[in-house]
């Protein structure tokens, strides 16, 4: 039983934090209470009180930050500063609350408390703004003017709080000037977010901004009444205890993805700033600011000019790579029709160096697409067209896309050239997996000397090239296309080769530790079974490689999933396995593919297959490494464990390697 209260709130952290945060929203009930006459507790009961409602806020985000899911560094931090401030509290409470204004020493250990929660805040913001966003210059440039000019502004609304506690010894003026210096910090962090983040930031976001607002407005009003002499205990105090319990509101929520959108290419973050720092100008030359608020708004304006200047860049290098584009085909990145139309024309002009133009067409291509999908069609012809230009580049040669699975190339060279340039570029785009193959027909015309201008060229190429396709024997593709375009179902000797009988039973046996019915079994072993097959539009060079992947091997491989998916749902009965093998590399901190689901969004059976297709992997021989012992592997599942894979699936493989 204890197991299983301890999986059901690993799965949903608001089992334990909902009631904790019950508990400190009724301490905040208390305290108003308190303030406004209506309560019977002492004073001193009523500061442990107050005090035990900023711990408990302090303990959901520590909650938070030990069983939940993602951003756990962000609530360690927001945790250890409510309560190391908390902390500083209870010290006042214990040494100081009973002792006379004048014999209270300051500053105290409670200070200490008090300001060491503002690094923790800093770090806790900035994480939250990282998490969701990806920054660029622009982004910087965008947080920093918003933060300088934030900072002009407060600085000068509180100048007048700031004279008076410039009064006493060294220690009592830097702990005096250390509060409004680090709510001006933290409050500027807090716009710099809200201008790169907008309003993508997600309840998270709101609620702990809307937390430090409150935080730095309780903090203002304090000094503003200690600067005046003013200061009593009430209402006032009460706005910290809300702002830590809206900040611990903000770890009940769901966890962000990793970012919001890519980039802030906003005018309305530097123009005002800009307005805030001459209206900030404006008011030093009608009343005399201070030097920082002035310094301040000074450079808010100097960053606003390199922030156009950058914006003035990034638009220059944007039409730039429009003019590129329209010469590039977006698929590839090789040269469009209209780009073999220019070289190809200076190519052909009368007494123009010699070259040979290759038309190349793929066969194959339409069974592998309608098969294996778009998705993965594109990739292969990303891939493709990188073949070919690393193929023909030692020649000095020009590679083309014409459009569909149609390629090109200019190489320099004349008619004896011909054979060899033409063996090259086919075998460059030429592919094989289980269940595919591509080929290449290709047609060639020698220029200047067999034509004399781009469209007869073109034309002559594309007829030699259709009649070499037309010579083909026929037979092989009918039977490739055949079996391509065959159900995942029936094409049974295809599908052996992907079976794994082992990771099948021991995907089964983790199911069965779980408590799987006998239907979600049926489902979760086949789905184990048919794991790889999507790797069947995976190239053979690619899959056996023993050296590392590059980027857009890579693609292909993580293509694989949602390939598996397409085959699969061919067959109407096996959509709940389809689904399974879509989500089969999906990691439960979010950072798998292809949709980057996170935690108990990926569904249950796929974690199974997930974790079991580890340990099988590890304790296989592959082409890049050999075996590992099963107790090794199951070591660097459990490191895993929590951001790799899913805990509980993770005990149920120990439990079940353990029984073997």
């Known amino acids: 039983m204890a197991r299983g209260m301890l999986t059901s709130i690993r799965r949903n952290p608001n089992l334990v934090l909902w009631p904790l945060l019950a508990v400190g929203i009724a301490g905040l009930l208390a305290d108003l209470a308190f303030s406004a006459g209506l309560g019977a507790l002492d004073s001193g009961l009523h500061h442990w009180l107050y005090q035990a409602a900023l711990l408990v806020a302090a303990s959901v985000c520590l909650v938070r930050a030990a069983i939940g899911t993602g951003d756990r560094v962000l609530w360690l931090c927001f945790g250890l500063g409510i309560g190391v401030w908390a902390g500083g509290g209870v010290y006042w409470v214990i040494a100081l609350a009973d002792l006379p204004p004048r014999d209270t020493p300051y500053p105290s250990f409670a200070d200490v408390g008090y300001l060491l929660a503002y690094p923790l805040f800093y770090v806790g913001v900035l994480l939250l703004i990282r998490r969701r966003i990806r920054f660029s210059a622009s982004t910087w440039l965008d947080g920093g003017v918003a933060a300088l000019a934030s900072a002009a502004l407060l600085t000068a609304i509180l100048e007048p709080a700031l004279v008076g506690l410039t009064k006493g010894d060294l220690a009592t003026v830097a702990t005096n ?4 210096v680090g709510d001006v910090i933290l409050l500027a962090c807090l716009v710099a977010g809200a201008a790169v983040v ?15 607002l409150a ?27 809300l702002a830590a319990l809206l900040i611990a ?14 980039d802030v290419h906003s005018i309305a973050v530097p123009v005002i700033s800009a307005v805030t720092a001459i209206c900030v100008l404006a008011w030093d030359h009608l009343e005399r600011l201070g030097d920082t608020s002035v310094i301040l708004a000074l450079a808010t304006l100097g960053i606003v000019v390199i922030r156009m200047a950058a914006s003035f860049r990034e638009n220059r290098r944007l039409f730039e790579g429009a003019l590129d584009k329209s010469e590039t085909d977006p698929l590839t990145g090789l040269g469009n029709r209209r780009a073999v139309a220019r070289d190809l024309g200076r190519a052909t002009v009368p007494g123009a160096r010699e070259s040979i133009f290759v038309i190349l067409d793929l066969d194959g291509f339409k069974a592998y697409n309608d098969r294996f999908g778009h998705p993965a069609g594109d990739k292969l012809l990303r891939r493709l067209g990188h073949c070919l230009a690393v193929a023909i580049a030692p020649g000095g040669g020009t590679p083309y ?9 200019l190489v320099p060279g004349g008619e004896a050239q011909v054979p060899g340039v033409l063996l090259t570029a086919a075998k460059a785009l030429g592919e094989r997996g289980q269940g595919f193959e591509i080929a290449a027909s290709s047609g060639a015309v020698v220029v200047p000397a067999e034509a004399q201008d781009a469209t007869e060229a073109m034309r002559i190429a594309d007829i030699r090239m259709y009649v070499e396709k037309s010579s083909r024997s026929t037979s092989r593709s009918r039977d490739i296309e055949t079996v391509l375009t065959g159900t995942a179902v029936s094409a049974e000797t295809e599908l052996s080769d992907f079976r794994g009988p082992r990771r099948e039973r021991l995907a089964v046996a983790v199911g069965r530790m779980l408590s799987f019915d006998r239907e979600a079994l049926a489902v979760l072993g086949r789905a184990a079974e048919l794991h790889d097959i999507g790797k069947a539009a995976i190239p053979e060079r690619i ?14 491989i993580r293509s694989h999933t949602t390939i598996g998916q397409r085959i699969v749902a061919g067959a109407p009965a096996m ?20 949709d980057g689901l996170l935690g108990e969004e990926i569904p249950f059976g796929s974690r199974v297959i997930f974790v079991c297709d580890a340990f099988e992997a590890m304790t296989e ?7 590992v012992s099963d107790e090794v592997a199951l070591l660097e599942i459990l490191i895993g464990a929590g951001t790799q894979f899913d805990p509980d699936v993770v005990d149920a493989l120990v439990e079940v390697q353990a029984s073997a």
């Open 401 to 409: 896309r014409l459009g569909g699975d149609e390629f090109c190339a």
């Open 621 to 627: 021989d592959r082409p890049y490494r050999v075996a």
């Open 215 to 241: 935080w730095g407005a309780a903090d203002s009003n304090y000094l503003y009444q200690v600067a005046t002499g003013d200061y009593v205990a009430g209402f006032g105090d009460s706005i910290w205890l």
């Open 198 to 212: 907008g309003r993508g930031g997600g309840r998270a976001w709101a609620l702990i901004g809307a937390g430090i």
């Open 543 to 556: 899959l056996h490689k023993r050296g590392p992947l590059d980027p857009d091997e890579w693609e292909l």
């Open 575 to 594: 959509t709940p396995v389809a689904e399974l093998l879509r989500s089969t590399h999906e990691r439960w901190d979010g950072a798998g593919y292809p």
């Open 177 to 180: 000037l250390a509060y409004p």
């Open 249 to 262: 509101a903000a770890a009940t929520t769901r966890p962000a993805t990793d970012t919001v959108r890519v």
